[in-house]
């Protein structure tokens, strides 16, 4: 069995220990949830500081040119793109993952209806997340499609002629679950379908390389792994093969070839330029800045490759040590124990008192979170994040003996853990 020692042996050896470095964690805290928010780094607050006082305060609207506040949006989408396999100038970090999700997937539509009219379908995991299906349902009803539903075990079957876009989650939300987006991708192709992919819960945690597995479209998140804060600016990537097809369609100013021109006609912006909309938010791009070059320090240690390696260490102690520690106290894994099937998340289940134990496990400064089930195939499920930029082997030792005397305890069943809050 292992034992803590042995934890802080692994930590002690760890190369990327000293990473840890660049954020401001709360002493007594064990951050599992950077999955959902991730840690402030801690250059965030005097970059944001600099960027308010100096660059808006003082030299003001001068710094569209002077700050290079006008570029800031392909800069950043630059340093994203080192981490999902782009190429330069072939990302810009822009308005929310909804909004880019509604972007690429109208660009996928048009681009359907012009090479196989006759396909009418959108095909998505039934427990893809809710968002990705608002917005694929309610541009099904706009252009007269179909929005198909499929357990994961089923995708490669729903791949028939009727289809048009494949739109996926790399890393499923709920359950940690890691598509083979190369082996999925090539499956769709070669039927004829485009693919959209959600990388919220990949980008940062997992190595992608959305060119080498001639991917589509792809959307992400900017506050879950890449640490920019919340609700930071998401980003958006379309194969250069697919750019300048359509226009996308929020025909925003920013998306203008030559917006500053204040032309009454819409001229798109060549390449992913045109993928932008209105004034970007340049307070929360400076703190996604700050965000993505926590990722990009690993680069010397290994980069993408190292992080996931401890990733997998880390995820694989978690589940080892709860099955090992927690036995007898009505616990699943609803996470796939493969590897390679693994998103940098571990995700546990419990027929009762899943969000109370969550809630017993922050009172004690054990950060996870809570994901209503859907009374059916679904269970409730205690959801726990690992980033190997800041999680070490102990805190993973130290969370499940949390969790432990929780559940040993009953403490879960005092009533103000049993409260719920607007946000699980």
């Not at 920019?228 to 750019?243: D, E, I, K, S, Y």
């Not at 679904?378 to 102990?394: A, E, N, Q, S």
């Amino acid at each position: 069995m292992t034992t803590q020692q042995d934890c802080i042996t692994l930590d002690a050896t760890d190369p990327l220990r000293d990473l840890r470095k660049a954020f401001n964690i709360p002493a007594g805290t064990i951050y599992l949830d950077g999955n959902s928010l991730g840690v402030m780094p801690a250059a965030t607050p005097a970059r944001v500081a600099d960027t308010v006082a100096r660059e808006w305060g003082t030299d003001l609207i001068q710094s569209w040119n002077k700050n290079g506040w006008f570029a800031m949006p392909q800069q950043v989408g630059d340093k994203i793109a080192r981490l999902i396999g782009a190429g330069p100038g072939e990302v810009v970090a822009t308005d929310s993952t909804s909004v880019n999700l509604f972007k690429v997937l109208s660009a996928a539509m048009n681009i359907a209806a012009a090479d196989a009219p006759q396909r009418q379908r959108i095909v998505s995991e039934r427990s893809n997340f809710p968002t990705d299906l608002y917005i694929a349902e309610a541009l099904c009803q706009q252009h007269g499609m179909e929005l198909v539903l499929v357990e994961p075990e089923a995708i490669a079957a729903s791949l028939t002629a009727e289809v048009a876009i494949l739109m996926l989650t790399h890393v499923n939300y709920r359950t940690g679950a890691m598509h083979d987006m190369a082996a999925v991708t090539a499956a769709a192709h070669a039927e004829g379908i485009l693919t959209v992919w959600d990388l919220a819960h990949s980008a940062g945690a997992v190595p992608v390389d959305l060119k080498e597995a001639k991917a589509d479209f792809a959307v992400g998140c900017g506050y879950k792994y890449l640490n920019g804060g919340p609700g930071a600016p998401a980003f958006v990537w379309v194969n250069p093969q697919h750019a300048d097809r359509f226009w996308q369609p929020l025909a925003g100013w920013w998306g203008h070839a030559t917006p500053f021109e204040f032309t009454p006609d819409y001229r798109p912006a060549p390449g992913i330029t045109r993928y932008q909309c209105g004034t970007q938010p340049i307070i929360s791009l400076a703190a996604l800045d700050c965000g993505v070059d926590t990722l990009l320090t690993a680069e010397p240690l290994g980069g993408m490759a190292a992080l996931r390696a401890k990733s997998l260490a880390l995820t694989d102690l978690f589940i080892a040590l709860v099955e090992e520690r927690c036995a007898g106290h009505g616990l699943g894994l609803a996470t796939p124990r493969e590897q390679a099937q693994r998103g940098s998340q571990v995700c546990l289940t419990k027929d009762e008192g899943a969000y109370a134990i969550v809630q017993a496990l922050i009172a004690r400064g054990v950060i996870g979170d809570y994901r209503a089930g859907d009374g059916g195939r679904h269970k409730d499920i205690l959801r726990f994040g690992f980033t190997p930029l800041y999680i070490g082997f102990v805190d993973v030792w130290n969370a499940v003996e949390h969790l432990k005397q929780v559940l040993e305890s009953g403490e879960w069943q005092r009533p103000e853990f049993n409260r719920k809050h607007a946000v699980t």
